[in-house]
């Protein structure tokens, strides 16, 4: 199996603040790479798909890049509602291995 | 509107079976294989299995963990899918969600959710 691990863990920060979360493989998933958001009681949300494609509806202020094993998840200016938590997800083979996420919280 | 509703969780005791239900509307379902995921409480996403559509032989797989206790189904002419577990333990207890994913996709991902039912395991 495909193992994901993400750095950091969980981050305090402030509105307007750039963020950067990173996604590593445990071998190499070319572009496969999916970003998700969660909100506290709510079913996780498609930010980022293919590592860097803007899933329809979500702001712009979210970006993804990477291939191989590293990958990036950047929010440019944080806002208030993006305060959740974020998980990657690699789609290259099954299981579909989720990271085990960062939780971005109000500084 | 595209809808995944997710149902059957309860309070169950350990060795007892559940079957959860998911629930689609407002796509084409023989489209999309479906997944499922579970997030114990406090934890991460847990991706436990999935089903693929008809086209693909409704071919399954399930995460190692769950120790073949896990059975996916789908009945397209309901536009439902299955999740059967069986000899369920306390660790069993999450909340389980079933996401859509668009087969044939050169990068598949998940793009619509259910809002999840919660299965607590308990005597």
């Known amino acids: 199996d495909i193992q994901m691990t993400q750095s950091p863990s969980s981050l305090s920060a402030s509105v307007g603040d750039r963020v950067t979360i990173t996604c590593r493989a445990s071998q190499s998933i070319s572009t496969y790479l999916n970003w998700y958001q969660q909100k506290p009681g709510k079913a996780p949300k498609l930010l980022i798909y293919a590592a860097s494609s803007l899933q329809s509806g979500v702001p712009s202020r979210f970006s993804g890049s990477g291939s191989g094993t590293d990958f990036t998840l950047t929010i440019s200016s944080l806002q208030p509602e993006d305060f959740a938590s974020y998980y990657c997800?690699?789609?290259?083979?099954?299981?579909?291995?989720f990271g085990p996420g960062t939780k971005v919280d109000i500084k | 509107e595209v809808q995944l509703v997710e149902s059957g969780g309860g309070l169950v005791q350990p060795g007892r079976s559940l079957r959860l239900s998911c629930a689609a509307s407002?796509?084409?379902?023989?489209?999309?294989?479906v997944n499922w995921v579970r997030q114990a409480p406090g934890k991460g996403l847990e991706w436990v299995g999935f089903i693929r559509g008809k086209v693909y032989g409704e071919a399954t797989g399930d995460a190692a963990s769950v120790n073949g206790r896990f059975t996916i189904s789908r009945d397209d002419s309901k536009r439902i899918a299955y999740l059967q577990i069986t000899s369920l333990k306390t660790e069993d207890t999450a909340m389980y969600y079933c996401g859509r994913e668009r087969e044939g996709l050169t990068r598949p991902h998940f793009d619509y959710w259910g809002q999840g039912t919660l299965v607590t395991v308990s005597s």
């Open positions: 997800q690699q789609s290259y083979n099954t299981p579909r291995t």
């Open positions: 407002g796509f084409t379902f023989g489209d999309y294989a």
